[in-house]
């Protein structure tokens, strides 16, 4: 897309002031460069197949003033087709004298929309800064093709007996000015896209335990690509990450198989190794960037086959979400029921009463609570800590005579901070590896006769926290 700025001569009304212009034109020197630029903008977009609107603007921006312009569009015919234009009417108002616009050629055959032009009639002055000249709108035609258009460039030229080049100043002199081009693409661009292909481990021969890591690189794209670099990471403890370089590749072309450069030794006897195409310039799809291979030891077939084992350490605990006690009465009263520990460890749970503190501060006790709201009432609490007891856990005899270890288990009167409720041994554990080992849990609440009595909506309620943790 060509864009030729020029003034005309065939300007109607305007023809003797434009003939006058021409003739100082002739004799004057063409100024210096300035900060004066005449742009396509955007000065690069791309539109797909088939797109209706597309538009191309021409916008000035001067430090001195300016009192006219004439520009040529040429674009290219077997891809874009002028819909329409219209001159700008912020830049060349009516504050400096008549804006005048000319009405263009528009030739959709050859690509071409001449006698582009504005000018001021009478007043004084002009505008300065930026503005708008003229909007052209095409569409792009269909299927057109992943091409750009020609390249959008600002020349000289003449129509009639006038030729003035970009801007023109208060005296008709043309200003040097810089010209910025710009560029339209219809249709999809091609692209760069490397992906990895055929990621493979490779065991080293005589040690099964170490393996290279192989792997191709495809240009999947329809552009020709540089060369970068693909990085090798293993696990935590099978060696550094690996720097491997891709070459350069184009389109639709794959690389020669690339390894790493030392072995990584397998830690574990099952692992994973990502394969990372690092960032390539133009490359805009990421989803095939990464891979993952998996390494697991396989024994020589002429060797004993390795057979390995860890246990892991595992700790599951159960414990009642909710104790009702329903309606307490003056004096004692208990709930029972259970909780569970599977695990492979020692252990120990500990228990802390974790309702809100209130003014007086009654962590540990059960405080009166509003069952709608879901709020406690500050200092209104039971006089009695809240005691859960545990039970039920010891082991005699122990199924190791030589452990002396006994479960602990408490009773204990809830405080602000945990306290230790019951501990336990491996050796108290189901033996089908699966049940866990049930202890009794014993909750006791006294209540005196001075304690208030609650309305319908009210509870008495305390929030319990068990924790259960290995290594006791």
């Known amino acids: 897309m060509k864009l030729s700025f ?15 212009a021409a003739s100082l034109i002739a004799t004057l020197p063409v100024r210096a460069a300035g900060t004066e630029t005449m742009s396509v903008t955007p000065a690069t977009q791309s539109v797909a197949n088939g797109a209706t609107t597309i538009t191309v603007s021409i916008v000035a921006d001067s430090s001195a003033v300016t009192r006219g312009w004439g520009a040529e569009l040429d674009f290219n015919p077997a891809q874009l087709q002028e819909t329409g234009y219209s001159y700008g009417s912020t830049f060349y108002t009516s504050a400096y004298g008549t804006p005048y616009s000319n009405t263009p050629t528009v030739n959709n055959t050859t690509g071409t929309i001449t006698e582009l032009a504005q000018t001021l009639l009478g007043g004084s002055g002009g505008p300065t800064g930026t503005g708008t000249l003229v909007t052209v709108t095409f569409s792009a035609v269909s299927p057109g093709g992943n091409n750009s258009v020609d390249a959008i460039t600002l020349n000289s030229g003449d129509v009639g007996s006038v030729a003035i080049s970009g801007l023109a100043d208060v005296d008709a002199n043309p200003l040097a000015t810089t010209l910025v081009n710009g560029q339209v693409v219809v249709g999809t661009p091609p692209t760069t896209d490397y992906a990895v292909e055929t990621p493979a481990t490779v065991a080293v021969t005589g040690t099964p335990s170490t393996f290279n ?7 999947t794209g ?19 990450a690996q ?47 990464t891979a993952t291979v998996n390494y697991a030891y396989t024994a020589p077939a002429t060797n004993p086959t390795g057979v390995n084992g860890t246990i892991t350490g595992s700790l599951t ?20 029921t259970t909780m569970n520990v599977l695990t492979n460890q020692s252990w120990t749970v500990t228990v802390a009463g974790t309702a809100p503190s209130t003014t007086g501060g009654y962590t540990g006790y059960m405080t009166k609570y509003n069952t709608g709201t ?13 005691q859960i007891g545990s039970s039920g856990g010891y082991l005699t005899p122990s199924p190791d005579p030589t452990d002396a270890v006994t479960p602990v288990n408490n009773t204990v009167s809830l405080l602000g901070s945990a306290q230790i409720l019951a501990a336990g041994v491996p050796q108290g554990q189901a033996v089908n590896g699966t049940s866990g080992e049930t202890r009794n849990l014993d909750f006791y609440q006294l209540v005196y006769g001075s304690d208030p009595a609650l309305a319908t909506g009210y509870i008495y309620h305390i929030v319990v926290a068990f924790t259960c943790t290995p290594n006791y």
Do not use: C, H, R, W
């Open 6 to 20: 020029l003034t005309k001569a065939s300007l109607g009304g305007l023809v003797a002031a434009s003939m006058l």
């Open 213 to 219: 890591v192989t792997f191709a690189v495809k240009n």
């Open 222 to 240: 329809a552009l020709n690509g540089a060369a970068t670099t693909a990085t090798v990471t293993p696990p935590t403890g099978d060696g550094s």
């Open 243 to 289: 720097t491997i370089t891709v070459p350069a590749l184009n389109a639709g072309v794959t690389s020669a198989t690339l390894s790493t450069a030392t072995p990584f030794t397998l830690s574990g006897s099952n692992e994973n190794v990502t394969i990372q195409i690092n960032a390539l310039s133009g490359d805009i799809d990421v989803a095939d960037k």
């Open 317 to 336: 605990f159960t414990q009642p979400g909710t104790v009702n006690f329903g309606d307490l009465a003056i004096g004692p009263n208990n709930q029972n």
């Open 374 to 386: 879901s709020t406690y009432t500050p200092a209104v609490a039971l006089q009695n800590a809240l």
